[in-house]
Structure formats: C-alpha cells, structure tokens
C-alpha cells in the first residue's frame, strides 16, 4: 500500500476530532457496541513485526498519528500510556493482558481521549503468514454519544469510521516501515 | 426511526433460513440468541450443534428471555427501542411492541403473563403485559439499569443498577422496590440458585462477582474473576460460571470456597452464559460463536457459527427438562 504523508495526514483529520470537551461525565453508553477488524499482510518475519507493534510505548515509531509517547510501566500489565496526536488531543490506554508467545497485546482506553467513541478496547497480534506476517486489529467500543438520537458527529457510523481511519493508516504505515517502501 | 411508544408493530413474515417446523418440531434444549448486528436471533439445536433458523427482529438485538413454560421467547433491541415476542414452537410468528428509551434486561415472571424490561435510558422498569400485549405499568429504578432477575416464586425482582453500584429489589405483587443491595462496580449480569437463596451480580468494573443472600439482603462473599466481567450462570454443581469479555474466557468459581478454581480460554468478548445439561453455553461476540464447554473436563466441545455480534444477554435457553409437553 502507498499513502502518500498528506493522504494519511487527511485521513487522520477525518480520524482524530477534539471531542473531549463534548464527553459527558461517566453515564449510559450508547444502545449497541461496534467493532472494526482491519487487517495486513506484512513481508517481513512476525518478530521483527512484533518489535514495533509490542513495544506499548513505542508507537511513535510507526504509527504516523502518534507524536509522542509516554507510558508508566512498559509493556507490564496495567502499563498506562498517554499518547500525544499530531492532529491535536491524546488518547490514554492501560495494557490488559501482555503476551510475548502468541504476539498478543490488548488494551484499553480510558473514556474521552481524541476518538468520539467510550468504552473503547483493542486487541492487536502478529501471526505468521506464509514467508511473512498478518497483523490483525480489533476495536470494540460504543459511539460517543450516549444516548439516543446522536448528532452525526458521535452516532454509530461516526465512531467505526474513526477507529477504522486509524488501524488502516496504522497498518498501511507499519507494513511500509517494515517492508522499506 | 422509532414508532411512538406503545405501538404495536405488525407481525413479520418474512421467510426464515430453514422454515420453521410445526409445533412438535421443537426439541428440548434449545438456544435462542440474539445477533445485535445482523437484527436477529439464531436458533441452536443444542443436542444436534447446530443452528435451525434465525428468526428477523427489529433492529440491534440484545436482551433475551426464554419462557419454557409458556413456549415462548422475548427479545429486545435497544435501537429499534422495542420488545418482541417470539412463540417458541413456530419462531416465524412474532410480534413487536415499542417501548421507547432503552430497552436492554428483559426477563419473564414465572405466571406466563408479565413481561419485566430494563428502560437504560430513562432509568426505569418497563412492565409489559403479554396477553393484552401492552405496558401495564413503569416503575423507577436507578441509575442505567441493566440485567433483570425475577425468583423463582416470581415474588421479587433484582435488577443491576449499573451506575448506583447497586442492585434494587423489587416487590412484584406492589411493584415497589422494596430495598438495595450495595454490590462492585458498574453491575450488568445477574443470575441466582435454582432456590433463589443467593443472588450473583457480575460487575463489570471492579472485575468480581458479589453473591448476595436473599434472605439478609446482603452480600455475602465477594468473589474476583478476570477482566470485564459480564454474566453468569449457576450449575446444580455448586460452581458459578462467568464470562470475562476482555479476558477472553470464562472463569469457574467453586461457590463452597469462595473462589475461583478454573479460568478457561473461550470465543473473544464473551457474552451470554448458560448452563444446560452436561454443557456450558457460551456466546462469544467478537467471534460471532456458540462455544459448548463440557462442564466435567472443563474443554470446549464445540463451536457453532452465529448471526453478526451475538449477545444472548438474558436467560436464552429452552431447557430439556422444563420444556412443556
């Protein structure tokens, strides 16, 4: 896959919107969970996939929404990380589980941050493929608005186009980092 | 968008993968669960392992109850803000009433004729009664009220109030809520012993299970489990099983000790539990799957495909030995 910096940079626009100031305090989530699974083949071996992709803190490296990263504990269990947006806000995301062996890490968000989803959690693995590897990433969230009749801005079809702008731009970018295109 | 609440919606009709048999077709045991993505329910043969039918509801079905001894099934879905009756012996026919707001917990008062239904956004208990098919009556709850219980003597009603950290207890003949159990955080799923001497309140934030005593309306023992707990279900055995949506699996508590004796890998985002004969049944929503645990070697014995993000949140089994002659 080819993106050239402004298309990615446009998709992450469409991506990351300032919705913070919007999210109301912890209450109802919307009526029905999402998911988006997105994902890439990758020729290269599934561990030098992993070095990038199982470094929590290291996310800066390939993923090009990601400015900066700070996190509390690594790749430990309960590790939190703050990630810093180019386009603006931050997203914070705790490790749930943390495995080496099966290339798994899962994560989750905590409510707000720079997507208009809540509840968000993410699963993210490597697996060989072939010569090479397959990364599969999978979300699970509700929409940003909580309760019925949401504005376009945070219904349903709002929230999967956000989640789903970010894993394929992810993706899109590691697998060029990693295949040196 | 939604009707006007109260309206009753014309039967569907439309055509169902595999037709529907007669009556007598229906064998004992039996899963009936939703798929919130794909607006329907399947219908799982459980003796056979394999789905009969999926029967169209309207949109983004969640909450389920079984009603075996009335042969009949209710389901709600949240988005078209409705509560849909199935009959269980000829699933093509149903019918749906708008109820408005939220509807998500539903469960079925033992006397076949009362309908109780979890309103999760304006915090209260819908009451539907099913021969005049119409609101009887609304009864305020707590904040987010979530899964819905009723005994087994229909006399009281437990419902998880999701964001008060507690569980209401409502008298059924008064339709008062008579007390609150203070439980963990954010309570979803409920389930009970077949006596309904202990109440089990997974919740979902604090990452336990509180077993209540009915009688003292209190909490007994507090039981931790894996991530994001959601539902549960109680075995004749003495052991409780819960779905652990971020764990990836279900954890088996030995209710005599307080603990957690077995923690087993299933279908990702586990929702639905159920327990049936020999099996655990298992609703896996991101694997859109029926996983059937063997129960005595704690393994998974099969697996069976579902409709989009399958939920089954609620009682969603036709059981063998209560089914109706």
């Known amino acids: 896959m080819r993106h050239t910096t402004r298309a990615v940079l446009g998709l992450l626009a469409l991506s990351f919107l300032p919705f913070t100031a919007l999210q109301p305090a912890a209450e109802a989530h919307g009526p029905t969970r999402q998911k988006v699974t997105e994902e890439i083949e990758i020729a290269a071996p599934p561990a030098a996939v992993w070095k990038l992709v ?4 290291g996310w800066a490296e390939w993923h090009p929404a990601v400015e900066s990263s700070t996190a509390t504990a690594g790749n430990a269990v309960d590790s939190t990380r703050t990630l810093m947006l180019k386009g603006g806000g931050q997203l914070i995301e705790n490790i749930e589980a943390y495995d080496d062996a099966a290339m798994t890490l ?6 707000g941050g720079a997507l208009p989803v809540t509840n968000y959690s993410s699963t993210i693995m490597v697996k060989p493929e072939g010569a090479g590897s397959k990364v599969v990433w999978r979300g699970a969230f509700y929409r940003g608005f909580p309760n019925n009749d949401p ?4 219904n349903d079809e709002a929230a999967i186009k956000a989640v789903t702008g970010v894993y394929q731009t992810g993706l899109a970018a590691l697998k060029a980092k990693l295949e040196g295109k | 968008m939604a009707s006007p609440a109260g309206q009753a919606l014309a039967s569907k009709s439309d055509p ?3 037709n529907a048999k007669g009556p007598s077709a229906l064998p004992a045991g039996v899963a009936f669960i939703t798929n919130q993505g794909s607006a329907d329910v399947s219908v799982v043969d459980l003796a056979r392992g394999h789905e009969r039918l999926r029967v169209p509801v309207p949109a983004g079905p969640a909450g389920v109850a079984v009603d075996d001894r009335h042969q009949r099934v209710f389901v709600t879905s949240p988005d078209a803000r409705t509560l849909t009756l199935i009959e269980a012996t000829d699933p093509s026919h149903t019918r749906s009433l708008v109820l408005g707001g939220g509807p998500v917990g539903v469960a079925a008062a033992p006397d076949g004729n009362t309908v109780y239904v979890a309103d999760w956004f304006q915090n209260q208990l819908v009451v539907v009664d099913v021969a005049g098919w119409r609101v009887r009556d609304r009864i305020a709850v707590g904040q987010v009220p979530a899964g819905v219980l009723v005994a087994p003597d229909g006399k009281r009603l437990y419902v998880a109030e999701r964001d008060e950290n507690r569980v209401a207890v409502i008298d059924t003949a008064s339709a008062r809520v008579i ?5 963990g955080d954010h309570p979803f799923g409920l389930a009970q012993d077949g006596q309904g001497k202990q109440l089990y309140v997974v919740n979902v934030q604090s990452d336990n ?3 209540v005593d009915t009688a003292a309306l209190a909490v007994s023992a507090t039981v931790a489990v894996g991530r994001t707990p959601y539902c549960a279900a109680w075995a004749p055995d003495g052991r409780l099983w819960v779905s652990n949506q971020h764990g990836d699996s279900v954890s088996v508590i030995d209710l005599a000790q307080s603990r957690v004796i077995a923690t087993i890998p299933t279908g990702a985002f586990p929702e639905g539990i159920a327990v049936e004969g020999d099996l ?3 609703v896996s929503w991101m694997d859109e799957e029926l996983d059937l645990i063997d129960r005595a070697t704690l393994t998974i014995r099969q697996r069976i495909s579902l409709g989009r993000n399958s939920r089954g949140f609620g009682n969603f089994v036709w059981h063998a030995a209560q089914a109706a002659p």
């Open chain 2, 280 to 282: 655990v049944l298992l």
């Open chain 2, 16 to 18: 169902v993968p595999g």
């Open chain 2, 179 to 183: 007390g609150h159990v203070q439980v």
């Open chain 2, 209 to 211: 299970v509180s077993v």
């Open chain 1, 54 to 57: 199982g470094n929590f803190n």
């Open chain 1, 106 to 111: 899962k994560y989750r968000a905590k409510d």
């Open chain 1, 151 to 154: 504005p376009p801005e945070q």
